[in-house]
């Protein structure tokens, strides 16, 4: 299987990568965290060389006023990217320097936003997200008052848009799909933020019964919104019905529903599969660790490493082609994969 992985990294590393979206999803961006983790991991320049040809691509020849600033397909993707890889410490920049063309282009299309329908609820949920973080970076009271009034303005749009489908579960597990974890992953940021809070508290309360009304009928969406919940609850006023949702939330989580049954086949993607639901384990773990839930990095690990994914990812052209991005595509199920060997040497040299 490592052969398999193997080839799949350097067929895209002969890829004419020119083509590609600039994504972080789906294209450069994501491509670029991918060769830049690796070039770390392996020790590769051929790997580094990559990472840095295509966010040289991205800053020459993507960033135009007219790309789309979504967070999936957009300029707010590539501004995550980029924070991301300064915080990790694979090149030294000023992000508030180096992202001002994204954020002028952010700030315009919003600012001067006519219609409130031009965004779906989905684009405007991950632009506050965007905004939240590029938030933190600022130092000036005057740029953290006009980020302020910008997540604002997203956020009154958005909630307008708001209707049941929005808050329902995906008949499939997918982060695309399920909104709901993100938005409460999003009001607890805001809240810790502390600028907004009467408004959102407000908007909680009017959210309250829709929410709690209703019970993910799969394993992994219920790990899924466990997650988003224990983001929001430190900053929740009225806490009982909440915590009484927690808690019956993860009484009835199944690891083993969710690895047996519902995580099967090609299921290995961030996007969809084991390397999403590993991620949100450990970030469970890690955070709260009130709500551990055990899990074997072992057994994940070999399923990934089983699935016949692999096979039609080396066989198939078509499966391939959908499956080339960071978040949709083998490059983050490798980086996971590495993770989790890790994970399992040490535990390994534990014991």
Known sequence: MENIQKQLTEKLLSSDLTRYPASLFHGKMGLSIYFYQMSRIESNPEYHAKAEQL???????????NHPIDVEDGLAGIGLGVTWLVKKGFFEADLNEMLEVIDNAVYRRIAFLKKPTQFSPVQLLHLIGYLYIRLKEQTEQNIQILYQDLIIKVLNIFYNQID????????????????????????GKLLEAGFYNERIYKMLDELQMRILSRFPILHSNRLFLLWGMLHLIPYVQNRSSWNSYIQLLYREISLEEILNYEMTGRKIFISNGLSAIYILLCTINKEFPEYQISFDPQMIYDRIQNSDAWNALLERDYFYKIHQGLLNGFPGVQLVCHELSELIRIDTKQK
Do not use: A, G
């Open 164 to 187: 049941e489908e929005f808050l329902s579960e995906s008949y499939t597990f997918s982060i695309y799909h399920y909104q709901l974890p993100v938005l409460l992953w999003i009001f």
């Open 55 to 65: 966010l040289d691509q991205i800053f020459q020849n993507d960033l135009s006023v």
